[in-house]
């Protein structure tokens, strides 16, 4: 197992400002990726796009759309976990990173899916099922880490 | 479904090279052993499922105007559940 937490907390959990946090600007990955085992429950497509999506104020944001390259439609928002919990260390395990060629931290990125809850005023992070890819490839997969205790909904409250 | 009968200890392939063996079994419990190739995920079912319902969800909501995507934010619990 490999614990990866490349941005090491530091991070308030109290209260946190994200826009223009240079440590937390979008994912260093190709603009296309692949997830050869496609998204469980979503489609099998092979084939993604990933696009950071700009905050209001015109900067990259923490979140990123992932949407098949064959249907644009559909589609996961994703954010960068550490973003929001400065204390996420997931085990991830060493099989599945050898299999995307990954042998350092370095060369993973790591993206949480975000559910949104308009009623509710939050979003939710998986933060059970992360998306890893191989920065330099773009090769990925959503790992899910059964033997570990993270929350599969995450909560994250908004002020308005 | 095919349903085979197994004793502890004996094993049964899935393909070429994934082999499911009972380790141990006690009374409704059984204890599996699996060998696959370092590629392939094995996860217990409930947590897969919790995953792909996760996934559902999100894609069920991907406004990427929502006015939840920027501002300020509070996690309102400790990341571990």
New interface residues.
């Given amino acids: 197992m490999t614990a990866i937490n490349p941005l090491s907390p530091a991070m308030d959990?109290?209260?946190?400002?994200?826009?223009n946090d240079p440590r937390v600007l979008g994912p260093e990955v190709p603009a296309e990726v692949q997830l050869p085992e496609g998204?469980?429950?979503?489609s099998d497509a092979t084939v993604w796009t990933i696009g950071v999506?700009e905050?209001?104020?015109g900067e990259p944001?923490v979140?990123s759309?992932l949407a098949s390259a064959d249907d644009p439609d559909?589609?996961?928002?994703v954010a960068d976990p550490w973003a929001?919990?400065g204390?996420?260390s997931p085990d991830l395990?060493d099989?599945?990173l050898?299999?995307l060629g990954i042998s350092s931290v370095d060369e993973a990125v790591i993206m949480c899916?975000?559910?949104?809850?308009?009623d509710e005023?939050?979003?939710?992070l998986?933060?059970?099922?992360p998306f890893v890819f191989h920065t330099g490839t773009g090769l990925g997969?959503?790992?899910?880490l059964?033997d570990q205790?993270?929350?599969?909904?995450?909560?994250?409250?908004?002020?308005? | 479904m095919l349903v085979l009968s197994r004793r502890v200890g004996e094993s049964v392939m899935i393909g070429s090279n994934v082999r499911v063996t009972v380790v141990e079994a006690r009374g409704d419990q059984i204890r599996l052993g699996i060998d696959a190739p370092?590629?392939i995920?094995v996860?217990?079912e409930e947590?897969?499922r919790?995953?792909?319902?996760?996934?559902?969800?999100?894609?069920?909501?991907?406004?990427?105007n929502?006015?939840?995507?920027?501002?300020?934010?509070?996690?309102?619990?400790?990341?571990?559940?």
């Avoid at chain 1, 205790?149 to 308005?160: F, H, M």
């Avoid at chain 2, 919790?50 to 990427?64: E, G």
């Fill in positions: 959990h109290n209260e946190v400002t994200v826009e998204i469980p429950g979503l999506l905050a209001s104020s944001s979140f759309l559909v589609s996961l928002i929001f919990f204390d996420y395990p099989n599945e050898e299999a899916p975000v559910t949104l809850d308009a005023g939050c979003f939710y998986n933060l059970l099922g997969r959503q790992m899910v059964g205790e993270w929350p599969v909904r995450a909560r994250v409250d908004v002020q308005r | 370092r590629s995920a996860h217990r947590v897969f919790q995953v792909q319902d996760a996934n559902a969800a999100a894609a069920a909501t991907t406004d990427r929502s006015p939840l995507l920027s501002g300020r934010r509070r996690p309102s619990q400790e990341p571990r559940r």
